[in-house]
């Protein structure tokens, strides 16, 4: 017998330029039959792409796909990064003609974000587009990589070289993906939250939990977290899909935390580059402005959920500076850095002087001798 689904706890309504979907927040939710009779609506084949270590862990959703009423394939991609690469949307792609499958028929992403940014590819430019659904388990997926509708692949040249705009039908958030993921994925996800803090809602700076205890103590925290931020995107995505106007803001920490992250060698998490990223443009906002105390309420924020402010890993200012020239979003002369002077506000400024940037690194990401 079918359960009965209890109301959603919350659906924030993503519009996305001439698009609109909603992102339903649920506990539970991947596991029902229900959810995914809706969400499959008329497809005849639902192609689930996930990781093997992903598909392990949730059997129930991949059980609820397969009683929801279309024929099942599976297409298990590499687990990571490993999976954004053009052989394996290949893959996917000889798999989706095997199946016969069609523009009506429903790919749907399990897993984090690699896992939406591949499939979100693959569905894009399958036939020109066929039905796409995320159902993202990690909490950066769940805040950030599921929503809006950025896909991309990585070339050798580069992270997310090639890639689409390309909204999904429906984002299926389930706080209770978040059971288990590792305390440093929490993490990660939570610098994300953090940005979207000082960007645009600061009441989410108020709410951060502890990541070091267990989820299932803090969920209602964690499902507030995840509407807030997914809220805070939406506002800035709704009329800019593409990037050009009040989306960059979610670029906050980025510009330096992506040069960082590449300067690792990525051993650095994405949040965890992103991280040291908002330090980094804090502590340029006040030699720029003059304001004071935005580095030490950043550094607060993020040591209180325990995200690194400071660099551990053997990255100079020269790698940094080199890769914040080469980033895509960076136009050199136009502003294009996001400076955040006040909880809850973002604005644009041009890439700094050579030597402000050196001094703000030298002063709060520079590994401390010992
Ligand atoms: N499209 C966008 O707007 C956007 C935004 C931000 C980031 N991204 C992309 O997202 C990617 C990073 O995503 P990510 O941090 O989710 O990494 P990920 O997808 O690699 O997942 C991290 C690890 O967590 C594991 N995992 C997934 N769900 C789990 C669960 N519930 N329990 C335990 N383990 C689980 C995975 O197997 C993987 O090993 C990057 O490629 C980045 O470029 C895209």
Redo the contacts with the bound molecule.
């Keep these: 017998m079918e359960e009965a689904v209890p109301p959603a706890s919350a659906t924030v309504v993503i519009r996305a330029g001439s698009a609109t979907y909603p992102f339903t927040l649920a506990s539970g939710q991947l596991g029902r039959i229900g959810t995914w009779r809706e969400a499959v609506g008329t497809a005849r084949t639902v192609a689930v792409i996930t ?1 093997r ?2 598909a392990a ?2 059997p129930g959703a991949l059980r609820a796909i397969a009683e929801a009423g279309a024929r099942r394939v599976v297409l298990e991609v590499p ?3 490993d ?2 690469t053009l052989q394996v949307a290949g893959r996917c792609y000889q798999a989706l003609a095997q199946a016969r499958f069609t523009r009506s028929d429903l790919v749907v992403a399990l ?7 591949l499939a ?1 590819f693959v569905a894009s430019t399958w036939k020109r587009g066929a039905r796409l659904v995320h159902a ?3 909490l ?2 769940l805040v ?2 599921a ?2 509708g ?3 692949i990585n070339l050798p040249s580069g ?2 070289l090639a890639g689409t705009f390309y909204q999904p039908e429906r984002v299926l958030a389930d706080d209770t ?6 305390v440093r ?1 929490l993490r ?2 939570l610098a ?1 939250v953090i940005k979207c803090g000082f960007i645009a809602d600061p009441a989410i700076l108020d709410r951060l939990p502890d990541p070091a205890r267990a989820q299932a103590r803090q969920t209602q925290r964690y499902l507030r977290l995840i509407e807030l931020s997914v809220r805070a995107k939406a506002h800035l995505l709704a009329d800019d899909v593409t990037d050009r106007g009040l989306r960059r803001h979610l670029n906050y920490g980025h510009t330096a935390g992506q040069a960082i992250e590449t300067a690792s060698g990525f051993t650095l ?3 965890e580059a992103v991280a040291l990223g908002m330090v980094y443009a804090a502590r340029l906002c006040e030699l720029l402005t003059g304001a004071r105390g935005i580095t030490a309420d950043t550094q607060d924020a993020l040591n209180r959920v325990g995200l690194p402010t400071r660099l551990q890993a053997a990255v100079s200012f020269e790698q940094m500076w080199d890769l914040m020239q080469q980033d895509k979003k960076v136009s050199p002369g136009r502003p294009s850095f996001v400076l955040s002077p006040r909880r809850g506000t973002a604005t644009l400024a041009c890439m700094p002087q050579r030597e402000i940037a050196r001094a703000a690194f030298d002063d709060v990401l520079r590994p401390e001798r010992r």
């Excluded at 897993?111 to 940014?117: I, L, M, N």
Aim: glycine share 20%; no cysteine.
């Design positions: 990781s270590p992903v862990l949730f687990d990571g990064e999976a954004k897993g984090g974000g690699t896992v939406t940014d979100g993202p388990t990690t950066l997926a950030d990589a929503v809006g950025k896909t991309g992270k997310n993906v978040l059971t288990s993921l590792p994925e990660s996800g994300e998490r994405h949040g």
